[in-house]
């Protein structure tokens, strides 16, 4: 089980730190995992960083000035040419002793069978442990524990860096998880912002349906496929504040709002009781219902409306009509999706995926996607709770692609009231109750500081530079070295971090390839393949 011999250990350095050399044609990268024997003594460690040197080489010599022009004087130096390599050390094997100098560092064994993998991690069993792509430079799968889900999960990277195929690789492992002799699945609902999971529901169902009875599809348009369905809601859920701010910025955007007429709307609607909602502003006659109300208290001057101002509401009013009545049929009373669905959701460990795509949701704008991530995300706040007080603990994975649309920092130009209460609410206290918060996103320094803070399991691709400082204080004790190497991580590669891993230390994962995973609506292939093609 023994791993290759390809350096050896110099010196001890700082606390837990190594230097040593290792052989130059060695392929090596930030993070990666090395064995080190000291006399059988395992430890394991990861590489901090790297250089090549070279006992010939001297910037300041006469020897770089004359080889410059001589190609074939470079395989003779290449043949004095080494890896000089920081390592951290992540466990030690059975011991306490650090390597001594001289200690032979060593590729990761080979692992045969699950009893190595025990020792390997320094575990006694798999139980409830998945496997999770491979540590990189072998084939060593990470362990992942499914019982820190709810500590909630972030996975960032730049558009490009393979952050949705990740997605949909651990997708599939949720689906197809293997418990004693059945395999079950993580009930999930995923917001999908660019259709990139649509097509496991459809022609790809079988990557997931193993693990579930229930895959579904729900879409803001008239449903096309066998399993899609309209989406509804139920404004019941929402406070008369919160319906004003959204009617109100169907008119006039976000951050525009006029308040005398913002403030007045609530108060008509304050004075009707909430189960009321999904008739008045669910149905054409409901809003000419309001509109009279309007008009009526505009014209007593009772309540200090000017004719103007109600001529401002009930503008606002037809905008709401022809938009979420009108052409979304969005409101309902008997919503498609409910407590019941997440019930159902749940006794058959089901995917629910809300598809905000340009095709599943034509047209759709920002303001009603918040609509209905809050409506959801309260819904299953609410299952869950219930189900927990009534003794019966249920889980729901909640996954939000690009989570800076809902729970943005303050410096992120998007006003978010519908859905940043509900979600830091969420992320604090949603744990005991089930609820795994999943966010997604290519900008995580956009995303609610507070609300990164509680996540405690992260999924790195590569990042922009913009980015580097706020993963470093988000992550919380993620080695800068690392984090540096992010903005030139390769696709197909990410760094894991946080309680889910077994390995409990920050590591480089390769996540394998899978053509049908990898085909997916936000997958560009490559130009001239497809301009080849006939």
Do not use: C
Not at 13 to 18: K, Q
Not at 492 to 512: E, H, T
């Amino acid at each position: 089980m023994e791993g290759e011999g390809i350096g050896v250990i110099l010196q001890k350095s700082e606390a837990n730190t190594l230097q040593g050399l290792l052989r130059s044609d060695e392929e090596i990268s930030i993070g990666q995992l090395f064995m080190v024997e000291d006399s059988k003594k395992l430890t394991l460690t990861r590489v901090e960083n790297f250089e090549f040197i070279n006992e010939f080489f001297d910037e300041k010599g006469e020897i770089v000035k004359n080889i410059i022009n001589e190609p074939s004087v470079y395989d003779i130096l290449n043949m004095n040419t080494v890896i000089k390599v920081n390592l951290h050390i992540i466990r030690k094997y059975n011991h306490n002793s650090t390597p001594r100098p001289g200690s032979i560092i060593k590729r990761l064994p080979e692992i045969k069978d699950e009893n190595q993998l025990l020792w390997f991690y320094g575990i006694k069993n798999k139980d409830g442990l998945i496997d999770y792509g491979f540590l990189a430079g072998s084939d060593i799968p990470l362990l992942l524990d499914l019982n820190s889900i709810t500590m909630h999960i972030g996975i960032f990277g730049e558009t490009g860096s393979g952050k949705s195929y990740n997605m949909r690789y651990i997708i599939h492992k949720f689906s197809n998880i293997k418990l004693r002799d059945k395999v079950v699945a993580i009930p999930m609902v995923i917001f999908d912002a660019n259709g990139d999971y649509t097509d496991l529901v459809s022609i790809n169902m079988d990557l997931v349906s193993k693990g579930r009875g229930w895959v579904k599809r729900y879409v803001l348009r008239d449903p096309k496929e066998s399993n899609d369905f309209r989406l509804t809601i139920d404004l019941s859920m929402f406070t008369p504040r919160e319906l004003a701010e959204f009617i109100m910025s169907l008119k006039y955007g976000q951050s525009n709002y006029n308040n005398l007429q913002l403030n007045f709307l609530e108060q008509i609607l304050a004075l009707h009781n909430s189960d009321e909602y999904n008739r008045l502003l669910g149905t054409t006659n409901g809003i000419d219902i309001m509109k009279e109300e309007i008009n009526a208290m505009a014209q007593t001057k009772d309540y200090g409306i000017t004719t103007s101002t109600a001529r401002g509401i009930i503008s606002a009013l037809e905008i709401f009509r022809n938009k979420v009545i009108n052409r979304l049929q969005l409101v309902n009373y008997s919503a498609s999706f409910s407590e019941n669905t997440l019930e159902v959701l749940w006794r058959n460990k089901g995917l629910a995926i809300i598809d905000f795509s340009a095709e599943g949701s034509p047209g759709v704008d920002i303001t009603t996607k918040q609509l209905v991530v809050s409506y959801i995300a309260r819904l299953v706040y609410n299952y869950l709770t219930k189900s927990k007080y009534n003794g019966s603990q249920r889980f729901i994975g909640l996954v939000i692609e690009e989570a800076q649309n809902y729970i943005p920092s303050n410096d992120y130009p998007i006003n978010a009231n519908l859905t940043k209460d509900i979600l830091v609410t969420l992320a604090t206290q949603g744990r005991k109750f089930g609820i795994s918060l999943i966010l997604v996103s290519q900008r995580p320094a956009f995303i609610d500081k507070y609300v990164l803070s509680m996540i405690n399991t992260f999924f790195f691709h590569r990042i922009y530079h913009e980015d580097v400082r706020y993963v470093m204080s988000a992550s919380g004790g993620l080695p800068e070295s690392l984090v540096k190497n992010l903005t030139s991580l390769d696709t197909g590669y990410v760094v894991v971090s946080g309680l889910m891993s077994v390995m409990k230390s920050p590591v480089l994962v390769r996540i394998p390839w899978d053509s049908r995973l990898g085909s997916y609506a936000g997958n560009v292939e490559r130009l001239d393949i497809v301009l080849s093609e006939r």
